[in-house]
Structures are given as structure tokens and as C-alpha cells.
T-cell receptor, first 119, second 110 residues
Framework: DGGITQSPKYLFRKEGQNVTLSCEQN?????MYWYRQDPGQGLRLIYY???????QKGDIAEGYSVSREKKESFPLTVTSAQKNPTAFYLC??????????????????FGQGTRLTVV | GESVGLHLPTLSVQEGDNSIINCAYS??????FIWYKQESGKGPQFIID?????DKRQGQRVTVLLNKTVKHLSLQIAATQPGDSAVYFC?????????FGKGTMLLVSP
């Protein structure tokens, strides 16, 4: 089945460690996104990528890094510089050029999320 | 800065009632809006979208209304069911990204 897959579902990190969250999609989407969600809050954009080998910072990029070496994959690394990493992380993808490619708006498809906890 | 927000954090309804969830946006340049449903511990699911050249769009049991004059978006759910209980987010297309509001919790009691 086509879709977007995040792994792991739960992740525990010790203080000072870097951890990497996986996001893979087989929808042939050009654009991919990482959001962070805190309890009772909306989604805040961390990083996004509109095309392979290119990505841009979102609203809360500090303490995070990404790569986009393949169209299907957009891993997110939570570094030790992120002071409050405990949150629910959501990856999304959309058809192309963000949400308004070629004059056609398309929705973003989300993965099921990774819940990261610092122990 | 400009942002998307929601009027009601929690909405409680009886099964079978119609539900209306509201959203205000402030970026008059936004041209695309989406409603998502998020169940506990899961990723958001697309419900319905609307472009700024439309005032209304209907889906199965759901209707989205867009009032550009007052920058207001609403989601109407007909004959609300217990399975509709979730957090609902509106999202606004700003350039190449989506900006989300904080969400409204919909609680449906039998």
C-alpha cells in the first residue's frame, strides 16, 4: 500500500544524545515536512524539503538537522542542542512544490508520528 | 505575526447533533485551507480542503465554509457520531508550507 511511514513509534533519548527519526514515503511526493506537536498544541514546522538535496528551516529548526538524499526519505536528527526535545514528531509529504504546485493545491499526508521522550 | 487560530478549544455535543468547529485566519494572501482530524496518538488525517476562490465545499457528512471578508473558516459535521471524537485542526497554506492552529477537541457523547 502507498503511504508515509515513520519509525520508531516510540523513542527514548538520554541527555546529550543525538537521535534520528525515520520518515519514508512511497507516494512519489516531491515535498516532505517535519512538524513537532506538544501536548494540547498545534503543529509547528521544523524543516521542509521541496526537492531532493534541498531543504529549508521552518519556525523551530534550532537543535534539529535533516537530510534529503533520496526522494523517498527525509530523516530528522534531534541533536543534543535541542533543550526540550520531548514531543510528538510528525512527518508529512505532499505532491509537489509545497501545497500549491502548478496551481493545484494538494493536501499533506501525515505519518503516524514518533513520540520522543528524554530520560 | 499572522497566524491561524481557533475560537473554541473544546466542543461537546450529543450523538446525532450537528457540530460546527470554527477557525480564524489572518493572512489575507492565503489561498488554500485544509481541515484535519487527529485521533489520540495518531497523525492528522485529511478531512476536506477548500481554495480561496470558493465559499463552500461539501464532502460526506462534512462541509467547509470560507468567509474571506472576515477571514473565517468553519467545519460542519452532520449527524455527529462517537467516532468523530478527536482534535480538529485547520491549516492555512502560506507559501510552501502549512501553518496549523492549536486545534479544537470535539467530544461526542452517546
Amino acid at each position: 500500500d502507498g503511504g508515509i511511514t515513520q519509525s520508531p513509534k516510540y523513542l527514548f533519548r538520554k541527555e546529550g544524545q543525538n537521535v534520528t527519526l525515520s520518515c519514508e514515503q512511497n507516494l512519489n511526493h516531491d515535498a516532505m515536512y517535519w512538524y513537532r506537536q506538544d501536548p494540547g498544541q498545534g503543529l509547528r514546522l521544523i524543516y521542509y524539503s521541496q526537492i531532493v538535496n534541498d531543504f529549508q528551516k521552518g519556525d523551530i529548526a534550532e537543535g534539529y538537522s535533516v537530510s534529503r538524499e533520496k526522494k523517498e526519505s527525509f530523516p530528522l536528527t534531534v541533536t543534543s542542542a535541542q533543550k526540550n526535545p520531548t514531543a510528538f514528531y510528525l512527518c508529512a509529504s505532499s505532491l509537489g512544490q509545497g501545497f500549491a504546485g502548478a496551481g493545484v493545491n494538494t493536501e499533506a499526508f501525515f505519518g503516524q508520528g514518533t513520540r520522543l521522550t528524554v530520560v | 505575526g499572522e497566524s491561524v487560530g481557533l475560537h473554541l478549544p473544546t466542543l461537546s455535543v450529543q450523538e446525532g447533533d450537528n457540530s460546527i468547529i470554527n477557525c480564524a485566519y489572518s493572512n489575507s494572501a492565503s489561498d488554500y485551507f485544509i481541515w484535519y482530524k487527529q485521533e489520540s496518538g495518531k497523525g492528522p488525517q485529511f478531512i476536506i480542503d477548500i481554495r480561496s476562490n470558493m465559499d463552500k465545499r461539501q464532502g460526506q457528512r462534512v462541509t467547509v465554509l470560507l468567509n474571506k471578508t472576515v477571514k473565517h473558516l468553519s467545519l460542519q459535521i452532520a449527524a455527529t457520531q462517537p467516532g468523530d471524537s478527536a482534535v480538529y485542526f485547520c491549516a492555512e497554506n502560506m507559501g510552501s508550507t502549512l501553518t496549523f492552529g492549536k486545534g479544537t477537541m470535539l467530544l461526542v457523547s452517546p
